[in-house]
């Protein structure tokens, strides 16, 4: 059943539609209500949390960590390089500010702040770099000064070019995984590296749901992986002067773009058999009236521009569209969810 997203602007704290009016016009009789054992049979008993559940203080463990059931799985970390798909995100329309930094091929960070914040980027002179688009023909560009400004020329003129309108886009995606949520205040936990993340999501779903009558709490990850941008490294070197303290700097030899899709669950069935229903399918389980999913909510969150803001979204429709469009036929790339990072000293991998 598909319900109307509830949304928080970066000006107002109040619920936007009339179902956000009667939660709080009827708050008073829920806090009445509690749950038999039989329908909370896999909740947590502090996911009563004060605002959709009474009379329990909010006790969840800071220890949770998710234990994922994968579904799909093609993964290859020496391959891909680190993985930064949820460390920058942010939710439109809520107080969680996406902060991506502008990354690109051949840009040089002190190894601190590799993969993490990427500051303090070392601006220094350097040589010419060729850029391969690794699309199904290659696509080959050269920046005759590396800047982030002649990278995103380059990037604008690879995704206009004859060799991308032909580039064939898998429709498998690269990851995809479910786990067993328990309580809503565990959302934070499953985004270790982008808690404000964590905190938003759960914030958006207990506006959201009516945890009346519900079994499981599930959350979910999927991934498509779209084109690598790589490097050759220059025969004389990266810089055309060399650094001080070029032993401790790390550049980016090649980006990964790519789409994602973050989103809970709160079932009227187990989690086991939502599980099922994602191993098998999870579009017959919420299109026929006797699926598993059928009376299941969804909050679904989709990443797919550099802008790295999500769009809200809360039916398992939109969570379809997604999977069978997820770079909306070609119009959208993606944004950086990997990065390969090596050192400027030796060209030897840097492992985080």
């Not at 997203?5 to 109040?14: N, P, S, V």
């Not at 016009?25 to 009474?54: G, H, V």
């Not at 905190?199 to 959350?219: A, D, M």
């Not at 009227?268 to 009376?295: M, Q």
């Amino acid at each position: 059943m598909k319900k109307i997203i509830l949304k928080r602007t970066r000006y107002h704290k109040l619920p936007e539609t009339v179902f956000g009016i009667v939660v709080s016009m009827t708050f008073s009789c829920i806090a009445s209500f509690m749950f038999t054992a039989c329908e909370r049979q896999e909740l947590l008993p502090e996911e009563n949390d004060k605002t959709l559940f009474p009379d329990s203080e909010k006790t969840t463990s800071k220890d949770f960590s998710p234990t994922w059931d994968k579904l799909i799985d093609r993964e290859s970390p020496i391959t891909d390089g680190v993985f930064i798909g949820t460390r920058y995100l942010g939710v439109q329309n809520w107080l969680s500010l996406a902060s991506p930094p502008y990354l690109y091929v051949g840009a040089t960070f002190p190894q601190s702040t590799f993969a993490t914040s990427f500051d303090k980027e070392v601006t220094d002179g350097k040589y010419p770099i060729d850029l391969l688009f690794n699309f199904s023909i290659p696509y080959i560009g050269r920046m005759e000064n590396p800047r982030g400004t002649e990278y995103l020329q380059k990037m604008k003129e690879a995704v206009n070019s004859d060799e991308y309108k032909s580039y064939t886009r898998s429709f498998q995606p690269y990851k995809g995984r479910l786990a067993n949520l328990q309580s809503l205040s565990n959302i934070e936990s499953c985004f270790p590296d982008n808690k404000d993340f964590g905190k938003t999501l759960e914030k958006i779903t207990r506006q959201e749901f009516n945890l009346n009558h519900i079994k499981s709490l599930s959350i979910g990850e999927i991934v498509f992986k779209g084109f690598t941008v790589s490097m050759d490294v220059p025969a004389q070197g990266l810089f055309i002067n060399t650094p001080s303290n070029l032993t401790d700097l790390v550049y980016i030899r090649a980006l990964t773009y790519g789409v994602a899709a973050y989103f809970v669950i709160a079932s009227d069935h187990s989690y086991k058999d939502v599980l099922t229903a994602f191993k098998t399918s999870f579009v017959d389980a919420y299109e026929k009236p006797d699926g598993v999913l059928n009376e299941s909510q969804i909050i679904l969150l989709t990443v797919s521009d550099v802008n790295q803001e999500a769009d809200i979204k809360a039916s398992f429709d939109d969570l379809k569209r997604f999977v069978e469009k997820p770079f909306s036929n070609g119009q959208l790339y993606g944004y950086p969810i990997f990065c390969k990072g090596y050192s400027a000293q030796d060209n030897s991998i840097f492992e985080k």
